[in-house]
């Protein structure tokens, strides 16, 4: 029996073909309160979505990344923003009091979530929940059928309930981020920079074991590779805001 392709399929076949040679990042809110996700390409990387957009509680965004991007994700709480204009704030994480972040970075404190995802010549994607900035909300970047050995990166708890009074980020009498102790103190201890900034000299302080204890599937300072560095192959990743909720 003689068939053909029709050319609809034959051209959407070509799509997914494409597609494949990147990466999907799925993010989901799961929070009970509205999240604003910010994004960051690094430099000589494109930044999706033109760096931020809003998620409603519940909703689900697909990213579809090309191949070897490199760059963050963090979620901003407590926004408000012009709809016309898209200038506004943001309780925590707020890139430049706008909607769309447009190559700005978060203001710490926030949960970051750090990848540099692999290529075909080199295909491993190294990913990271990064506590270093500080905390804001709780975050987990999972991969779908990634296979053996592929990690999961998170930090599943609220960390604003532990928070030491001398981190705490108070907006009306509640926390609602959680310094890092370089943010806090702003030392060369704390920040591994200067004298600090080998992996020898640099160590874990009271609060980042604090934040280790709770969160140990995430990174809690500079030089915390040996268990805060995840390395899969999988060609999709649920990134989760509140994901024990």
């Known amino acids: 029996m003689h068939t053909f392709m029709h050319p609809f399929i034959f051209i959407c ?6 597609l494949t040679a990147g990466t999907q990042l799925i993010l989901v809110n799961n929070c009970k309160e509205s999240v ?18 809003h998620l409603c509680s519940g909703e689900e965004v697909v990213l579809d990344v090309p191949e070897g991007w490199s760059g963050r994700i963090w979620g ?9 204009t898209g200038k506004g704030s943001c309780e ?3 890139c430049g009091g706008i909607l769309k972040c447009g190559g700005m970075g978060g203001v710490p404190p926030a949960t970051l979530v750090e990848m540099t995802l692999g290529t075909s010549q080199s295909a491993l994607h190294f990913y990271d929940v990064s506590l270093v900035d500080g905390f804001n909300l709780p975050v987990s970047m999972k991969p779908v059928s990634g296979g053996v050995g592929c990690g ?20 009306q009498g509640r926390v609602v981020g959680c ?53 899969c192959k999988a060609q999709r990743y649920v990134i989760t805001f509140c994901p024990s909720n």
Request: hydrophobic content about 35%; charged content about 15%; some cysteine.
């Open 13 to 18: 076949i070509l799509i997914s073909i494409h």
């Open 36 to 53: 604003w996700p910010g994004i960051l390409g690094s430099p000589a990387h494109p930044t999706p979505k033109d760096g931020g957009f």
């Open 76 to 84: 901003r709480q407590g926004c408000c923003f012009d709809p016309i």
């Open 92 to 94: 925590t994480g707020d």
């Open 152 to 171: 999961v990166a998170a930090c599943e708890a609220n960390l604003n309930v532990c928070c030491p009074p001398a981190l705490a980020m108070k907006m």
């Open 179 to 231: 310094k890092s102790a370089c943010l806090a103190a702003k030392s060369d201890r704390y920040c591994c920079t200067g004298e600090f900034a080998t992996p020898k000299s640099c160590k874990p302080s009271a609060f980042s074991r604090l934040f280790k204890t709770v969160c140990p599937q995430a990174y809690s300072y500079a030089y915390d590779d040996s268990t805060g560095l995840k390395i």
